[in-house]
Structures are given as C-alpha cells and as structure tokens.
C-alpha cells in the first residue's frame, strides 16, 4: 500500500495510479467481511470509518448456517459459535401469548456445520472482525476518516476524498476498486446516482434490548405474537440478553418507553415476576422497517453492498446476512480480476446474481409480516383458525425451518440449464468428506471440482492446471447423495460455495474453470 495523497489539491484529478486496489467505505460487518476477504485473496485494501470504534449498541441478532459459513471462512466459525446463541425454532402466539403454532429445531450443526439459526450481539461480532482482519497485513482500517466525495473519471481509477475527524485534514485516495458498505443514508450509493425503489413497506417499531441474569419464564426459541393491534417478537440473544420489538401506534415514540417501569406493560408477559432492579435496560430505540433495492449497484469501479444497495424487513433476520452474502459473491470475483484470471465482464455478475436473491428474500419479509400482524379483527381470526393446523401440513415444519435460501439466477457464472431443478446456483453443502474434514476445509477459498466418478488422471491433471481442487466423494458420503439428488455426477463449485455448474462429465466441467485465459 502506496498511501494516500494529503494535500487533496487540484493536481489530484490528472493522477492515473492507484494508492491501493480496493478502498471499502464503511467498517461494519458487511465492510469488514469484504475487507478479510478480499485480504485472504491476497488483495490489499484500505477501509474507511467515520467512527473511531465498534458501533457499541446492539442492532442485528440473527444469521443462519449459510452467514456462519461465511464467517468461518474468514476464520472466525469457533469464535464466532462462542459468542452466539442457537436459537431453537419458531413459536407463533397470540395476544394472550396462547401457542398458535410451533415448529421446533435442534441446536446442532446443520447442512453446513454449524446450527441453522444463531442468536448474537451485534457488536460483540463486530469487535470479532475487527481484532481477525487485524491479523492480515495487507488491510488498513482507518477509523475516524470521514467519506466527503467519490468520483471516477472514464475508465480511470476511482478518487475517493475523506477528511480525518481527529486532525481535520482531508486527504484523496486513489483505488481500482471502491465498495460502498455504508449504510442505508450511503454517500456511495449518491454518488453513482442510484435510485431507491420502495418496495411497498414501511412501519415503526420499538427495539428494547434487557440484560437480565434471572431466569425468564420462557421457551428459548424466537416469539412471534401475531396480533394486529400490537405485533411484537422476542427472543433470546444470549446467556443474559434478550430482545424484544413491538409495532409502534400511531403518536407512540421511543421516549414513552424509555425506562424499565414503561416498558413494564409490554415485556411482562415474559418477565413475570422478575424485580425491575434485577434487569438492565441497554438499550430502547425506535426504527423504521423498510423494504427498499437500488435500482444499480454498480457504476464501473464503484460497487454498493448491505445497506447500502438493499434494506429488508427483520421478519426472517436476514437483514446483516444479506450484505456478508454480498461481500461473499463479489469479493472473489474482483480478486479474480485483478489477478487476471477471471475477466472484467465477471463483475457484472454481482447485481444480476445478488439481486434478484434480495427481493425473494424480502418478498418472504413482508408476506411473514403481513401474515402475522395484518388483516385486521378478520386478520385475528384467520390466524386464530389457521395457523395452530398449519404444522399438519405436510413439508411445512420442514420449510418454516428451513435455512436454505434461493439458488442464484442464470448468469455468466452460473450456467444454470433451461429447465427448472439442479444444483447450479446453489450451494454446495460443507459436508464432511472420507478423510473428515469439510469441504470448506479442502477447497480453501478456490475452485473445487466435485465428483462421484473414479479419479481419471486426465481430471487431477486438468483441475491442477487450473490451480483448483479435486473432492472425489464415495457412496454413503453426504456429496455423493447431493450429486444423485441433483441428477449429476460431477459438480464445479466456486470460491463462494456456489455451484456454477453441473453435469455428467467431470472432465467436461473442467473446460469452464477459470484460467489465465477463462473460457466463460
């Protein structure tokens, strides 16, 4: 890392080098988890916060398995399991927190290793992130720098001007590359002239967070109370944490709930008994859920993740896990091209293979919390009839349950067939293999090659020009049974976990692994 222009004059405009490859604006967990990523590819990065620590207040508290997974691969799957909570399912209640509806899961490990729904405090992660990408000497996290402008000239390197809040000098950075996790209020996402489409939803809701080392009368799995006049959910978040969310009435506020004897009336039902001087508020805030996707997330060299490019509603807690899902399918590919083995056309796949995944995502949001808190009285009843038979139906426990998200579209890198089914686009189950590692484990962050054929040499020989890894799976092992479910014998798996392609010919497949010269 070259370092940054300090004296941001008028000579800064006719500079064509760049200082780094990549500049992240933004040090949340999507902005650290590119970062870290970007590291482990071996590309350099300077990241930018306007802050000069870890946002301290709690915010999101869910991920599933396949965030875990993305987790782990930046070397924090223990560390992270350490700090979470498996959460055990799903109760659906009424008013009077009578059970309508439950659907139970096991805390062990899911399809990916690890349990498929985690409860945790968000800035316990981030300070996680933070102390793990300070492990890799290619990254540069610049607290207290404040973003003023991004522009691009042509095809030439993205300028991206910040000013130090501690000294008040400004300063200009040169990058290939500049990704904007910056939030929903994003100066990167202005700066590109991305729009934001409303997706049709918008309400308020109160957020309380309790600290509590006395025992509360209830089910350790999420609460979801369906009710059209007072809609709330709560959760377990940790050994001694707890969430709570309620939808704010019209003429409510955060300040009407700002202690424990206001808040009193609404978490009672879970407190029970429990004194007020043996919880601790840390803290009570007021947010509005929106369902929201930038029309673009890209101009040339300047790309938008999390909120930056997507908001979602919180009703299946994917919000925070959707922007590691972006950082995952982006960072390789712009490793790849900067290291000329993949080509420049690769990145257009990230808004055509990440996009349309957000809006099946948050198109689930809103119809769980339109079927949940709306309809009126009429609502109450349908609810009221429906939902404790809807256990008995049959698959639903299973994909109420369920932590496996949509397969990614047809794109450059993913070479879906014409018909409907498959394996490409999705994920390839980190499985523990014949020698009892997992997949994650072997394949390492490159291509993998997975087959249930004998070991032909020409294989070995082709998937090792490639610099990719061979897992040849046997009968009895979970990928040979997910090979034969997708009708193939041979799958090739990205750095990502996603399939880009499937077939009968293992050595077939090998024509489309990327090479100095990719045949894509």
């Not at 405009?13 to 870290?36: E, F, S």
């Not at 915010?59 to 992270?80: I, K, Q, S, T």
Request: net charge positive; charged share 25%; with cysteine.
């Amino acid at each position: 890392m070259t370092g940054v222009d300090e004296t941001a004059d008028e000579t800064a405009d006719a500079v064509d080098a760049v200082d780094v490859p990549v500049v992240v604006v933004g040090a949340g967990p999507t902005g650290l988890t590119a970062a870290t990523l970007l590291a482990r590819h071996g590309v350099e990065c300077l990241v930018l916060e306007r802050w000069g620590s870890a946002y301290p207040r709690p915010r999101a508290v869910h991920l599933d398995d396949e965030v875990h997974r993305v987790l782990a691969r930046l070397g924090l799957g223990e560390e992270f399991a350490a700090i979470s909570w498996p959460c055990r399912g799903l109760r659906l209640v009424d008013r009077d927190r009578r059970v309508l509806a439950e659907f139970r899961r096991a805390a062990d490990a899911g399809r990916h290793g690890y349990p498929e729904a985690s409860m945790f405090d968000q800035p316990e992660l981030e300070r996680l992130l933070r102390a793990n990408l300070a492990r890799h000497a290619g990254v540069e996290l610049r607290g207290r720098a404040e973003v003023t402008a991004i522009a691009q000239d042509g095809d030439g390197p993205v300028r991206v001007e910040f000013t130090d809040r501690a000294t008040g000098r400004s300063h200009t950075v040169h990058a290939r590359y500049a990704l904007g996790c910056d939030g929903a209020n994003s100066l990167t996402r202005a700066a590109i002239g991305a729009v934001v489409r409303d997706l049709g939803f918008t309400q308020r809701w109160l957020v309380v967070d309790v600290a509590t080392a006395a025992p509360l009368d209830a089910w350790e799995g999420v609460h979801q109370v369906c009710d059209r006049d007072r809609p709330a959910t709560f959760m377990r978040v940790g050994r001694t944490r707890y969430r709570w969310e309620f939808r704010l009435a019209p003429g409510e506020s955060a300040e009407d709930f700002g202690t424990m004897a206001e808040l009193r009336p609404l978490i009672s039902p879970w407190t029970g008994g429990v004194p007020l001087e043996d919880s601790a508020l840390v803290r009570v805030a007021e947010y509005t859920f929106r369902a929201q996707v930038a029309d673009r997330w890209r101009d040339r060299g300047v790309f938008l993740l999390g909120d930056a490019a997507h908001l979602t509603p919180p009703f299946t807690g994917q919000g925070l896990g959707a922007g590691l899902r972006d950082a995952a399918n982006l960072c390789w590919k712009l490793a790849g091209v900067l290291d000329a083995t993949l080509p420049e056309s690769a990145l257009d796949t990230y808004q055509a293979e990440r996009a349309p995944h957000v809006r099946v995502m948050i198109a689930l949001a809103r119809l769980l919390g339109a079927a949940m808190t709306e309809g009126g009285r009429v609502g109450d009843l349908l609810r009221g009839a429906v939902v404790p038979r809807l256990r008995l139906l049959p698959g639903l426990r299973d994909r109420v349950l369920s932590s496996e998200t949509p397969a990614l579209r047809r794109s450059e890198l993913v070479r879906r067939p014409p018909l409907r089914g498959g394996l490409a686009g999705g994920l390839c189950p980190n499985a523990v293999l014949g020698d009892g590692r997992r997949f994650d484990d072997v394949a390492a962050g490159r291509f993998a090659v997975v087959t249930s054929r004998a070991d032909p040499p020409e294989l070995r020989a082709a998937v090792r020009r490639r610099g990719a890894v061979l897992v040849v799976t046997r009968p009895g092992e979970e990928l040979h049974s997910w090979l034969r479910r997708g009708r193939a014998r041979a799958a090739l798996v990205r750095p990502d976990g996603a399939v880009l392609r499937a077939g009968r010919d293992p050595v077939a497949l090998c024509a489309a692994l990327p090479g100095r010269a990719p045949a894509l």
